[in-house]
């Protein structure tokens, strides 16, 4: 387990904090003692559900806690924590890892638990003014250009739990994770300075398709120029690479997106992201806490 690094806020520094993270290890430990079982954490049982009907069985278990903020009045605190869970799956013959970090919240009175709350998306709720302006008005074919998937896929690898310098990060930084990926996989880009317009991105400045999910779905959409995609009717078409957007409530607002990183014996793909980071999590997303039955998404394959 992590050491504590902690901030806080009404409460002689320390006090009670080491008894708070040994009951939130327990907590996990008792979890974990009874992942097939278990109906705390619904998320986790939604997982365990969906790997096993997959035929997908569940090798090994770890956990890790890191917690990093505590609040505390008189008998109540608030302790937030960020939980790093590492599945050894089998797939048939093939072994591999499904990793993510989920940010945590408990709430205790006194000695006791009093609520637990796993969050493993953050939706944005940034509002971009305008949908991205796509091409030249010229311009009515779609320009190729040299897509290397390994190399996305290389860089989605290399930077699924940490972030490049080179580019800023953000609070909701999915979109933006997504969009390093699609270029370093050699995804041109063009529109700047013009923040409502093509794909880019400058260092101190971004058009609103690098870094906001709703922006980039339009843009994958109805780009001619630069980064182009078609988009393909399910997720079974899409190769490593490629990318996946979310519209958790179904209601026309994209919040998420992913990219393909390899693909299941059945052939389905398997994802990386940031925000809630994550590491080869199967597509669909049904053990996301922001999942909704009215869930939709939208499949497309960079560069062709």
Known sequence: MYGPSLFFIGCKE??????????????????MSRLLEQEDEMWLHNK???????GIRIERATFRIKPYHRCAYERQSTLRYMLSLSLLLKDHRHFYLEEGIYE?????????????????????????????????????????????????????????DSYNPAYRHFDVDCTNYVSQCLRAGG???????NRSRGWWYSGSNWSYSWSVAHAFRWYLS????????????????????????????????????TIVVKKNKDGMPLVNAHT???????????????YTPSIQYKFFRIGD
């Open 48 to 54: 365990v559900k969906n790997l096993d009907s997959q």
């Open 14 to 31: 320390g006090g009670g904090v080491m008894q708070e993270i040994n009951q939130i290890q327990k907590y996990w430990e008792k979890i």
């Open 104 to 160: 945590g919240r408990i709430w205790f009175e006194g000695d006791k638990i009093k609520h637990h709350m796993i969050q493993t998306e953050t939706t944005s709720s940034e509002e971009n003014p305008c949908l991205p302006e796509f091409s030249d008005k010229e311009s009515r074919q779609r320009a190729p250009f040299t897509y290397n998937r390994r190399d996305a896929v290389r860089y989605a690898e290399r930077w699924w």
């Open 187 to 193: 995804a041109p880009v063009w529109g700047a300075p």
């Open 222 to 257: 109805g780009a001619r120029q630069g980064l182009t995609a078609t988009e393909v009717s399910s997720a079974h078409e899409l190769s490593p690479g490629d990318v996946i957007c979310y519209d958790f409530e179904g209601d026309g607002r994209f919040d998420h997106n």
């Open 276 to 290: 809630s980071n994550s590491r080869h999590r199967y597509w669909a997303y049904e053990d996301s806490t922001a």
